[in-house]
């Protein structure tokens, strides 16, 4: 045991020479993005999906609706293009004229929908990124929520219709456009 101490002694003393460098690097934070910085990347992540689908839609088909008394197609698109108008006037900002869901949801033309969706992305877009105190509480539906909870909530309600949407487009045989598969090469003709 004795050969032993002063290997370990020496191990120990080299770790010790290094163990300055090491926190130092240790401490270092890795670079992260603001919530507000996140929930923008993500709200523009299904934005991109939304107008995909709006634009891979056919006219004929933004009339289609699941069941009586169920949303048709444009609704739907209005619909989340409402909640961003509604979600953002949480944030501060101000609703534009003509925004409200009852207003929205009688667009039905496929140009006027897809420019009535990008629109309300920009403004919620604008909304969380210019939004006050996180923490601040306001009345959401039937409970307190921090103006952080109201961003997640607008975030998942948009991620909740894509859903939705994807149902209405796979029903149809419209295929997302971020599923398309290119198509395989055609074998080479002898």
């Known amino acids: ?28 934070p890795p670079a992260t993005a603001s919530f507000k910085a996140e929930a923008v990347r993500n709200i523009q992540e299904v934005e991109k999906k939304l107008v995909a689908l709006a634009e891979k839609f056919p006219q004929e088909k933004y ?47 496929k140009e006027k929908v897809v420019e009535t969706l990008k ?11 210019n939004a006050p105190d996180l923490d601040k509480t306001v009345k959401l539906f039937n409970h307190e929520a921090t103006i952080r909870e109201v961003i997640l909530q607008a975030v998942t309600h948009c991620h909740e219709h894509l859903g939705q949407l994807i149902a209405y487009a796979r029903v149809n045989a419209i295929v997302p456009p971020w599923s398309e598969h290119p198509a395989p090469p055609k074998p080479a003709k002898n």
């Open 1 to 28: 045991m004795q050969k032993s101490i002063p290997a370990l002694g020496a191990l120990a003393f080299a770790m010790a020479l290094a163990a300055p460098a090491v926190p130092a690097l240790a401490q270092t």
């Open 63 to 109: 009339g289609w609706r699941p069941g009586e008394g169920v949303r048709s197609t444009s609704e739907v698109f209005m619909h989340i293009a409402a909640g961003n108008y509604g979600y953002a006037t949480f944030f501060g900002a101000t609703r534009p004229e003509g925004t409200t869901g009852a207003a929205l949801e009688k667009i039905t033309d």
């Open 119 to 129: 629109a309300s992305f920009a403004h919620i877009e604008a909304a969380i990124q």
